[in-house]
């Protein structure tokens, strides 16, 4: 995942931790919007899903979130699951600012 700002966060798993639901994915459609697809718990109610929205918001900043309950998460060609899915087109993220290097990687 991508923000606006060109920070790239890769652990989104704490959005989930002591929420009821079965499985999650996260897709990031565009830099500013986030689509959930969950599979809900039998005690998942509004407000966990207003949670997930706020846990996901401050991890990524003001950016749309859509819930979308799904009855399975779909898998990926080869059936493989994939909590987080980024489909931010890279030309797209070519003119981001490269915020988050890492020392060794600044020449």
Known sequence: MITRDGRRISWLNPVFYGIPVRLAQIVQEEFDVMRVRYVRAPDFTPEVGRSIIERL????????????????VPRAANGKFRAVICNVP??????????????????
């Open 57 to 72: 918001q401050s991890r990524m900043g003001p950016v749309e979130v859509i819930l979308e309950r799904v009855e399975d």
């Open 90 to 107: 890279a030309a797209q993220k070519e003119f981001l600012p490269q915020t988050n290097r890492s020392p060794a990687t600044v020449r």
